[in-house]
């Protein structure tokens, strides 16, 4: 029997934008850093500890029949404050696309869709804050 696990861990986002350089602009404002890696019609950037790769790419490349708006799954970000991120994020452009929802003790979520028509979702998650202290407990042996 196979152990292995078919999907192992999250590796990039890919979000569309109709002008990338202002895309480009807006996510390094958010995210307080420039992209890593800029090739034309795409920019990466690495978020984390984890170097989550949040891409995006110019709308010209998206495959036939791609949505290019807001629409199927929300990838959720962890941040540590919800209501001020979103703050934040409402500040800078974003319209609410889900309120702030509390979905379970230690679990709260909202979305946004930014500038380009893409959804944003934000989520406090304390499991995650417990594979976050349980790796740095590893690390420090």
Not at 81 to 100: F, N, P, Q
Request: zero cysteines; proline letters at 3%; a negative charge.
């Amino acid at each position: 029997m196979n152990n292995s696990t078919t999907l192992q861990g999250f590796a990039t986002i890919s979000y569309w934008a109709a002008d990338l350089e202002a895309a480009k602009k807006w996510y390094a404002e958010l995210l307080g850093i420039e992209p890593y890696f800029v090739v034309q019609g795409y920019a990466e950037f690495r978020i984390g500890e984890y170097q989550h790769e949040l891409g995006l790419i110019d709308s010209r490349y998206a495959p036939n029949g791609a949505i290019t708006g807001p629409g199927g799954a929300i990838m959720y970000w962890h941040v540590d404050d919800v209501s001020s991120t979103l703050e934040k994020l409402l500040a800078m452009g974003a319209t609410t696309y889900e309120a702030i929802t509390e979905r379970g003790e230690g679990f709260i979520t909202a979305s946004v869709i930014d500038p380009f028509g893409n959804i944003l979702g934000i989520m406090y998650n304390s499991h995650f804050l417990e594979i976050q202290k349980s790796r740095k407990s590893r690390d420090s042996r």
